[in-house]
C-alpha cells in the first residue's frame, strides 16, 4: 500500500510535557518512513483538520523537534472542540474525510484527555462508517490525572511536583509572618472532579505540624463548620495554617464554591476562583488576616521544574501510539502500567477508547484521610514516583530556552471554507 501521511494534534488545556509527546510522535514517525509518509499537524487542534490549516512539521529541523521535549505550552496550539456524534454532525466528519483525503492521511494521533478520546474513538470509527481507512490512536496527556485505566496520566507528575514545592515554599513565607501578619493562606490548584493536584501538595509535609494543613478535595463534601473549626485549631496550635483547595471543591448538594454561573466549549460548568471565598470565609468568620493564590496557568506551564518521571512517561506514549499505528492498531491508548515492584518501575501498556472516553478516575477514598483533609500513606506511596528526578531545561542569560519552530502552513487542496 505504500505509505500514508499522519496528522497529530493537541486537544485542551496543556501541559508541561504535552510538546514531549509531540516529540515522541515526530521522532518515531520519522523512523518508519516506509509507511508513514509527513507528520501534519493541525493548527489549534482539531479545529486545523476541520479548516484544513496543516502544519507540515517535515520542515522542522531534528533539533526543533528534540526541543519540544523541554518546551512548556502547545506547541501547534490545542483548542476545546468536542465532535458531537455522527448523526447530529455528519458534515463534520464528512469535511474531515474530505481533508484526510485530500493529505492522504491515513493514520490519526490525537494528544488530550477524556473529551479527546472520544474524539479519537469516533474518528477511528469512520472507517466502517463512511469507508475511509484511518488509524486513531490516542495519546493521553492531562493535568488531572483523571483518566482511566492508566497509572498517571502525562502531565500530571509535573503540575504535581509544581504544587508541592509551590505549597512548601509558600508555608515558610507565611511561617515567617505570622507572628505579626498573615495567619492563612489559601492555595488554589486546578481539579473539576478530581482532587489529584490538590493530593499532591501533601507530598510537602513530613511532619504534623507541616503544611498543607487542610487540602480540600472534590471527592469530599465541603463542610464549612468542620472546615473553620480545623483551621482555627491549626492556627492556635502552629500559628499559621496552610490550605490547598482543588477548584472543585463543593458542598453536599453538589454546588461549586466557586461557580461563576458560565460553561465552556465542552459544556463544563466556568469554575471562578474558590481561594478568595475561602479567604473571605475565614476572614469573616474566624477574624485572621489572609493572602491567597491561584495558581492557575502557572502550574500546568512550569516546565522549568517537570518531573524526570513525568517527561520520560510523556514521551513515551507518544513514541508508542506510532508504534502502535504501525502494528495495525486502531482505537486504542498507550497507558502507563506500575510494576509491582518495591523501587518504582513502568512499562507501556494499551487500552480500548471505548473504555477510555468520558470516563473519569477520581482519588480513591482510601488516599484521603477519616477527616477529609489530607492524604493517606497509601497515596503517598502512589504520589511519590511520579514527581521524581530533575528534568531542567537549558538555560540562556538566567531563562530557559524553548523550541522556536517554523509552522509551515500545507498548502490547502480544497476550495471551500469551513466555519467551526
Not at 499522519?6 to 485542551?12: C, I, N, P, T, V
Not at 502557572?298 to 508508542?320: F, K, N, P, W
Not at 477520581?362 to 477527616?371: A, L, V
Request: aromatic share 8%; hydrophobic share 40%.
Amino acid at each position: 500500500m505504500g505509505s500514508r501521511n499522519a496528522f497529530y494534534a493537541q486537544s485542551g488545556g496543556v501541559t508541561a510535557v504535552i510538546n514531549a509527546s509531540a516529540a515522541g510522535v515526530i521522532e518515531t514517525a520519522r523512523a518508519h518512513k516506509d509507511v508513514i509518509g509527513k507528520v501534519y499537524a493541525g493548527r489549534n487542534g482539531i479545529i486545523g483538520a476541520l479548516t484544513e490549516d496543516l502544519i507540515d512539521t517535515s520542515k522542522e529541523s531534528k533539533s526543533a523537534i528534540a526541543a519540544l521535549k523541554h518546551t512548556p505550552g502547545g506547541a501547534f496550539g490545542s483548542c476545546r472542540y468536542k465532535l458531537k456524534d455522527l448523526k447530529t454532525s455528519q458534515r463534520e466528519y464528512e469535511r474531515l474525510i474530505e481533508v484526510f483525503k485530500a493529505h492522504d492521511i491515513g493514520y490519526f494521533f490525537y494528544n488530550g484527555g477524556g473529551d479527546s478520546a472520544d474524539t479519537c474513538l469516533k474518528i477511528s470509527q469512520l472507517s466502517k462508517t463512511m469507508g475511509y481507512p484511518i488509524q486513531a490512536i490516542h495519546v493521553p496527556k492531562t493535568v488531572d490525572n483523571d483518566l482511566p485505566i492508566t497509572d498517571v496520566s502525562p502531565g500530571f507528575g509535573s503540575v504535581a511536583k509544581y504544587t508541592a514545592v509551590s505549597c512548601r515554599e509558600a508555608a515558610l513565607d507565611v511561617a515567617s509572618m505570622c507572628a505579626t501578619s498573615t495567619k492563612v493562606f489559601v492555595m488554589e490548584v486546578m481539579g473539576r472532579h478530581a482532587g489529584w493536584i490538590a493530593a499532591a501538595a501533601g507530598l510537602a509535609k513530613e511532619q504534623n505540624e507541616d503544611a498543607p494543613h487542610l487540602i480540600l478535595f472534590p471527592e469530599i463534601a465541603f463542610d464549612q463548620q468542620a472546615f473553620l473549626k480545623k483551621v482555627d485549631e491549626t492556627v492556635k496550635k502552629v500559628g499559621y495554617c496552610v490550605i490547598v483547595v482543588s477548584e472543585g471543591a463543593r458542598t453536599a448538594d453538589g454546588t461549586f464554591l466557586a461557580d461563576a454561573g458560565t460553561t465552556d466549549a465542552f459544556g463544563h460548568k466556568q469554575l471562578g476562583g474558590v481561594a478568595p471565598v475561602l479567604a473571605q470565609m475565614v476572614k469573616n468568620e474566624l477574624g485572621y488576616k489572609y493572602h491567597w493564590a491561584v495558581s492557575d496557568y502557572l502550574q500546568r506551564a512550569a516546565r522549568h521544574i517537570a518531573s524526570a518521571t513525568d517527561v520520560e512517561q510523556a514521551y513515551a506514549v507518544g513514541r508508542a501510539a506510532v508504534e502502535f499505528a504501525v502494528a495495525g492498531k486502531n482505537a486504542v491508548m498507550p497507558t502507563i502500567e506500575r510494576k509491582k515492584t518495591k523501587k518504582y518501575g513502568w512499562t507501556i501498556g494499551e487500552a480500548p477508547l471505548k473504555k477510555v472516553a468520558n470516563v473519569e478516575k477520581k482519588m480513591p477514598r482510601k488516599f484521603i484521610t477519616k477527616d477529609g483533609f489530607g492524604i493517606t500513606p497509601s497515596a503517598r506511596d502512589y504520589l511519590a514516583p511520579l514527581i521524581e528526578g530533575e528534568s531542567y531545561p537549558p538555560y540562556k542569560n538566567g531563562l530557559p530556552q524553548f523550541a522556536k519552530l517554523k509552522l509551515a502552513a500545507v498548502a490547502k487542496k480544497l476550495n471551500d471554507q469551513f466555519e467551526v
